[in-house]
């Protein structure tokens, strides 16, 4: 493997407009008009090469007055975006699992397509948007259920479902009872 300084300034520069991952740690690049420091395997527009100047660590761009780009954040030792994104994604969901959830919205704020957001998740969660959504909302009525004296069709809507016949499948497919059985189990 070279270090930074084996590496010629045009073998960095085609890293850069190619976004090259297998130079990410050897050095890092900044661009004098945004400020703004990256990877070689950023994926943001790529800089003009009279902008460009070339760090060896993520320090040394910082004290040149450079700071991280928030979508390569050159300043993290590990960076996994795809992963992020899920994380960001299941904070959504879990944060709103009691709204009516817009795909269009989801992905205007996490800036990526539905079909790049959906493989994605299933392959970092095991489930589909639809499956966790379903199972957060669940896991949500279980917990009302335990704790509350509210009926059943109230913890349906509560908990985000837009008709009953949906929660008690829902229901029914993660828990192998329905609601009402679940509630008598628990001796109510």
């Not at 016949?165 to 029914?172: G, I, L, V």
């Amino acid at each position: 493997m070279k270090d930074s300084k084996e590496i010629s300034e045009n073998e960095k520069w085609q890293a850069v407009i190619s976004c090259i991952d297998s130079y990410d740690g050897l050095f890092f690049y900044g661009v004098k008009t945004t400020g703004i420091f990256c990877r070689p395997s950023c994926r943001a527009k790529p800089p003009i090469r009279e902008n460009t100047v070339f760090f060896d660590r993520p320090a040394a761009a910082i004290k040149a007055g450079f700071r991280p780009c928030k979508k390569c954040r050159p300043d993290q030792v590990v960076f996994q975006p795809d992963l992020d994104l899920v994380k960001k994604a299941k904070e959504f969901l879990d944060t709103n699992y009691n709204q009516s959830i817009d795909s269009k919205y989801i992905i205007k704020e996490l800036g990526v397509s539905i079909n790049h957001l959906a493989r994605l998740f299933k392959q970092h969660t095991g489930f589909t948007i639809t499956e966790y959504l379903a199972k957060v909302r669940v896991d949500k009525a279980i917990e009302l259920i335990e704790l509350s004296d509210e009926k059943i069709i109230d913890i349906a809507y509560m908990t985000g479902f837009k008709s009953l016949s949906n929660f008690y499948k829902c229901f029914k497919a993660l828990t192998r009872c329905t609601p009402n059985a679940y509630k008598k189990g628990r001796g109510d």
